[in-house]
């Protein structure tokens, strides 16, 4: 990780404070044993590539339906809000601008 940290121009510390993450893999694939193959390496990326593939396709699904419900109470916010002046009968009065 110095090596990365020195290329990017950055202290080691610093380096591991502001990136953790990329640390905590840097880390995990130094403990990898080093029985691991090329092909075995590759299988696994396209396993974890494969597996992010279906986890975005669902959370790209679960927020067109978080939209779709966003919208459709949006929709009867209005109509409700319509409905309750309509049986007040009351008069609106003109908005100031600001």
């Keep these: 990780m110095l090596a990365l940290a020195t290329r990017l121009g950055l ?3 610093t380096f591991r404070r502001n990136y953790p993450d990329i ?3 840097l880390a995990a694939i130094a403990r990898t044993p080093s029985g691991m ?3 075995d390496a590759y299988r696994k990326v396209q396993a ?6 279906r986890d975005n396709r669902d959370l ?5 339906l978080a939209i779709a419900a966003i919208q459709r109470l949006s929709i009867d916010n209005g109509l409700l809000r319509a409905a309750l002046h309509d049986a007040r009968a009351v008069t609106p009065l003109p908005r100031r601008p600001r």
């Design 11 to 13: 202290a080691n510390t």
């Design 23 to 25: 640390c905590a893999e």
């Design 37 to 39: 193959t090329a092909a």
């Design 48 to 53: 974890n590539n494969a597996r992010l593939r």
């Design 60 to 64: 790209a699904e679960q927020l067109e």
